[in-house]
């Protein structure tokens, strides 16, 4: 069965970085894309782009400031967002949604909690 | 950029009709903006209820529809169980590229 496991939760301070990762499993990594969406606290969903999983090419929400990166290691059937330079503002819950763009939007990863506290 | 619209909260009454509203503010909102509907639980990820405006996944119940409505995106939900009382958010794609949720509709089943 189709699954995506994201790596746990995480504690970092102002300035600091970090890497949340999606795990595939149950189908052809490269046939479908995967997406970024992210929910602050209390508050609604927010999408973040989307990475090419055959091209490795990422699309970024328009509004995106350019400290996140979408990434990929075939491999390992695993998806990849950096964010940098984090803010108290990045606080939220990260999820991976598998599809889009030639294929339907289905499976999300269980969401990983990203804190930013000094 | 654009701005995805939804209704702040409906209720409906158990057994109930509703019909929760996905706008666009430039304009009618159309196939090509491939419409999505998904429910959010307290404490859980996203479920993905409809895509392209009216097709139903296998775990989607047939309570719920997805139309073109109006120059919206609807979900109609018919015979609403105490168990769909939930977010529900859209989402819209723009210039095929770029997806935008609407604020999420909380949806009370009282």
């Known amino acids: 069965q189709v699954q995506l496991v994201q790596s746990g939760s995480e504690l970092k301070r102002p300035g600091a970085s970090v890497k949340v990762s999606c795990k595939a499993s149950?189908?052809?990594?490269?046939?479908?894309?995967l997406n970024w969406v992210r929910q602050a606290p209390g508050q609604g969903l927010e999408w973040m782009g989307w990475i090419n999983t055959k091209t490795a090419n990422p699309t970024y929400a328009q509004d995106s400031t350019g400290r996140f990166v979408f990434s990929l290691d075939t491999s390992v059937d695993t998806a990849y967002l950096q964010i940098s330079s984090l803010k108290a503002e990045d606080s939220a819950v990260y999820y991976c949604?598998?599809?889009?763009?030639?294929?339907?939007?289905?499976?999300w990863g269980q969401g990983t909690l990203v804190t930013v506290s000094s | 950029q654009a701005v995805v619209t939804q209704e702040p909260s409906l209720t409906v009454s158990p057994g109930g009709t509703v019909t929760l509203t996905c706008g666009s503010t430039?304009?009618?909102?159309?196939?090509?903006?491939?419409p999505y509907w998904f429910q959010q639980k307290p404490g859980q990820a996203p479920r993905t209820l409809i895509s392209?405006?009216?097709n139903r996944y296998s775990w989607t119940p047939a309570r719920f529809s997805g139309s073109l409505l109006g120059g919206k995106a609807a979900l109609t939900l018919s015979g609403a169980q105490p168990e769909d009382e939930a977010d529900y958010y859209c989402?819209?794609?723009?210039?095929?590229?770029?997806?935008?949720f609407g604020g999420g509709t909380k949806l009370t089943v009282l």
């Open positions: 949604l598998r599809g889009g763009f030639g294929a339907v939007l289905d499976y």
């Open positions: 989402s819209l794609f723009y210039n095929g590229a770029r997806g935008v």
């Open positions: 149950g189908y052809t990594f490269t046939s479908y894309n």
């Open positions: 392209d405006a009216s």
């Open positions: 430039t304009g009618a909102v159309t196939s090509g903006h491939y």
